[in-house]
């Protein structure tokens, strides 16, 4: 896989430039930067003006705090456990607060306060209730507020309004310094959905969610695996697991080095397509662990020779095409392949296309 870091930096200025000044842009870089690798994300991020930063757990928490001036704010969106106080205030870790109990333990101990309210995803967030109680309970007013949309992927859907008044009536009781509903998508539904800071991980890394057309985001990741073997199939003769794919007639196959273990959904047998140059490669038969076969047929034999790079996800592959055919959603799709390929990254700032090199054959 390789990585275009300068691609994530784009995008954040892109949508720096959508919200406008009076919105912060924070990075949710949770599950390892959505699979890309958080050492390498973090730091181009915070070069591109990030200060707000959210991760999913204390583990990633503490990966990114030694690298980042205290100035940088890190939300934790776990929240926080009874035992975990004194690292989180050494730390300067804000837990987002999504239980009673976490809410009134960091307006007590911690000097950032952040809620998480429950207006309509059912998981996390204080209730109506709840926030009623946390007002009477504590003087303290929250540095910020969060919630989190169901549908923001549908701009028609009548469940973001709900939320969002939800979202504004609840803060009405807590008064926070600061609101933040909108992540990705929402930045598509208008300036209604941006409050003080947007939460953005997919658009960040690429993935057009919203499905703005045309996309206005640079695409981040391309997945190119090598051709192993190249052999003629038989009409009649049958290619991988379970017999699920039949040769109609004479073919040649390849054998690709790319499976399941690095991320290729199994879902993505027989209904994907890879590129060897310009031309179409459909894949045959079942993903196996290693391994899957395509369709040499319409590829120039002299492009069909061991170690040729064969494109999954590139410029004219949309990550998109893969999850819908694999009956997935591309973030699913990018943390697999991300955690499980070889990532190659290229340097921020430098206009570098054509990075990736088709490599000397590993042992
Ligand atoms: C993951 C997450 C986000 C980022 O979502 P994207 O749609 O990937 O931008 C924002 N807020 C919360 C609470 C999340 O869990």
């Not at 390498?40 to 990633?60: D, K, S």
């Not at 996390?124 to 549908?151: M, N, Q």
């Not at 399941?260 to 045959?284: D, E, H, M, R, T």
């Not at 990532?343 to 206009?351: K, V």
Request: one cysteine or more.
């Amino acid at each position: 896989m390789q990585v275009d870091l300068s691609a994530i930096a784009a995008n954040f200025h892109h949508l720096r430039s959508l919200v406008g000044s009076d919105t912060e842009v924070a990075a949710v870089v949770k599950s390892d930067a959505y699979g890309l690798g958080m050492n390498l994300v973090v730091p181009v991020l915070l070069e591109a003006g990030c200060r707000t930063f959210f991760v999913a757990n204390l583990r990633e928490a503490m990966q990114i705090r030694t690298r980042l001036t205290s100035s940088v704010r890190i939300n934790i969106l776990a929240g926080i456990e009874d035992n975990e106080l004194d690292v989180y205030r050494s730390y300067r870790l804000a837990p987002v607060c999504g239980r009673l109990q976490d809410a009134i333990l960091a307006a007590r101990k911690l000097p950032e306060l952040v809620l998480s309210l429950e207006t309509g995803f059912s998981r996390f967030g204080l209730t109506f209730a709840e926030v009623r109680a946390f007002k009477h309970r504590v003087r303290r007013e929250p540095d910020l507020a969060v919630s989190h949309l169901a549908c923001a992927d549908d701009p028609i859907d009548t469940t973001n309004r709900m939320q969002r008044d939800r979202f504004v009536a609840m803060c009405q009781i807590v008064n926070p310094r600061r609101r933040s509903l909108a992540a990705s998508a929402a930045v598509w539904l208008g300036q209604n959905y941006h409050f003080n800071l947007v939460r953005a991980g997919s658009a960040l890394f690429g993935l057009n969610n919203a499905g703005v057309e045309p996309n206005p985001l640079r695409p981040v990741v391309q997945l190119i695996a090598r051709l192993a073997e190249v052999r003629a199939v038989h009409c009649g003769e049958v290619v991988g697991y379970a017999a699920s794919f039949r040769a109609t007639r004479s073919m040649r196959i390849g054998i690709v080095a790319l499976g399941y273990a690095q991320g290729l959904p199994w879902s993505a047998g027989n209904v994907i397509a890879a590129l060897i140059g310009a031309y179409k490669a459909p894949v045959v038969g079942r993903v196996a662990m290693e391994y899957v076969a395509v369709d040499l047929s319409d590829v120039p034999a002299k492009l069909c020779t061991e170690g040729q790079p064969v494109e999954f996800i590139g410029p004219s592959l949309p990550i998109e095409t893969m999850a819908r055919a694999a009956h997935t959603i591309p973030q699913e799709l990018l943390i697999r392949l991300g955690a499980n390929c070889r990532r190659h990254y290229t340097q921020p700032c430098r206009d570098a296309p054509g990075f990736w090199q088709p490599q000397a054959r590993s042992p």
